[in-house]
């Protein structure tokens, strides 16, 4: 009769416990800088110097959340602003929470580098906003 045993040392000397699964990739680049990568690097981490910090990894779902509004109100005017460049967005006000939108006429404008506002005169009505993006 003949036993094998095993032990757990020598069993863990054999797996593999450590993979990835790469693949595709490409170049990016504008300025000065350029970046080259894979898709599907788990294993990357966190790289840095040069005052610059480079997050990699894997990221199974990408969501891209709407800007967000905010809202000023003065006695005589709201003023209505979000983040700049937002394109692909317009502007749509209703009356009832549960309307039909309609777009805000009054054009943007950029207030600072970073800042798209419309500025409406108030009213006595109650009024929603939204941005909404146009899907083409």
């Not at 094998?4 to 170049?27: C, E, K, R, Y």
């Not at 006429?105 to 108030?122: A, E, G, K, N, R």
């Amino acid at each position: 009769m003949v036993f094998l045993a095993i032990s757990p040392v020598a069993w863990a000397q054999l797996m593999d416990n450590w993979w990835t699964v790469d693949g595709g990739g490409g170049t990016s680049s504008a300025a000065q800088f350029t970046l080259n990568g894979t898709i599907g690097q788990a294993n990357a981490g966190v790289m840095s110097g040069g005052g610059y910090i480079l997050r990699g990894g894997f990221w199974g779902i990408v969501a891209t959340l709407p800007p967000r509004l905010t809202i000023t109100y003065t006695a005589s005017t709201v003023s209505i602003c979000w983040p700049y460049p937002s394109s692909g967005y317009i502007l749509q006000s209703a009356s009832l929470i549960n309307p039909t939108w309609t777009p805000v006429s009054t054009q943007p404008t950029q207030i600072d580098p970073l800042t798209w506002c419309v500025s409406l005169p108030t009213s006595s009505n109650v009024r929603f906003y939204r941005l909404k993006k146009i899907v083409s």
